[in-house]
């Protein structure tokens, strides 16, 4: 059975001094490093999103970050601008040993619909191709480990459940955003969807 590991959104932006910082961020890429060579199969996710990218707050005139608004696909959260395609703050952190990886995903390139998960947009429709990668692999068990955790760690997660992938999350090697209690929602869902939870 091949298990791979699933390294989500280490990126700049997310990282200490980036435009939407996940405090703690840094701290996790060394022992990500540490824990590469446990895999079968690595798989890297980036967040890759046109400058006008509708989840951004600049794009919604009279709303603020960390508003909640209705797209046309359910709530969604407004960002502060991240993550912009070809920016520093798109680049992994420089620390993560980038070259182990056999797949990187890009998501959150379509400019009108955000993509939490590496599986699916938010929409939870439309696919980013990494389930038809991890079938062709014959991967049954993925490890889910970056940033952030009750985002798109979780999305992730959750997804894979879905899918009947055997899963589990290393929250050691996650942090949190831990936006108006998403964490705890996060954690809950995550158990409810049968993921197996290791510190």
Same mark, same amino acid.
């Given at each position: #059975? !091949?298990?791979? %590991?699933?390294?989500?959104?280490?990126?700049?932006?997310?990282?200490?001094?980036?435009?939407?910082?996940?405090?703690?961020?840094?701290?996790?890429?060394?022992?990500?490093?540490?824990?590469?060579?446990?895999?079968?199969?690595?798989? %890297? !996710?980036?967040? /890759?999103?046109?400058?006008?990218?509708?989840?951004?707050?600049?794009?919604?005139?009279? +709303?603020?970050?960390?508003?909640?608004?209705?797209?046309? &696909?359910?709530?969604?959260?407004? /960002?502060?601008?991240?993550? =912009?395609?070809?920016?520093?703050?798109?680049?992994?952190?420089?620390?993560?040993?980038?070259?182990?990886?056999?797949?990187?995903?890009?998501?959150?390139?379509?400019?009108? =619909?955000?993509? &939490?998960?590496?599986?699916?947009? +938010?929409?939870?429709? !439309?696919?980013?191709?990494?389930?038809? &990668?991890?079938?062709?692999?014959?991967?049954?068990?993925?490890? #889910?480990?970056?940033?952030?955790?009750?985002?798109?760690?979780?999305?992730?997660?959750?997804?894979?459940?879905? %899918?009947?992938?055997?899963? +589990? #999350? +290393? %929250?050691?090697?996650?942090?949190?955003?831990?936006?108006?209690?998403?964490?705890?929602?996060?954690?809950?869902?995550?158990?409810?969807?049968?993921?197996?939870?290791?510190?």
């Amino acid at each position: #059975m !091949t298990h791979a %590991l699933i390294v989500v959104d280490v990126q700049n932006d997310f990282c200490s001094g980036g435009a939407l910082a996940v405090s703690g961020g840094d701290e996790i890429v060394a022992p990500i490093n540490e824990v590469l060579d446990d895999f079968d199969a690595v798989i %890297l !996710t980036q967040d /890759w999103h046109p400058k006008d990218h509708r989840s951004f707050a600049s794009q919604n005139a009279g +709303n603020a970050p960390f508003d909640v608004v209705n797209f046309f &696909y359910g709530p969604q959260v407004l /960002w502060p601008d991240h993550c =912009i395609q070809g920016s520093s703050g798109a680049e992994f952190h420089g620390d993560l040993k980038v070259d182990r990886a056999d797949l990187i995903i890009r998501k959150g390139f379509r400019a009108s =619909i955000d993509s &939490y998960s590496a599986f699916f947009e +938010n929409d939870h429709k !439309t696919s980013t191709g990494l389930a038809g &990668y991890l079938e062709a692999r014959d991967v049954q068990e993925v490890t #889910m480990v970056g940033l952030a955790t009750d985002f798109c760690v979780a999305y992730s997660a959750i997804d894979a459940a879905k %899918l009947g992938l055997k899963v +589990n #999350m +290393n %929250l050691a090697l996650c942090r949190a955003i831990d936006l108006d209690g998403s964490l705890s929602n996060a954690l809950a869902k995550l158990r409810a969807a049968g993921v197996k939870l290791l510190d």
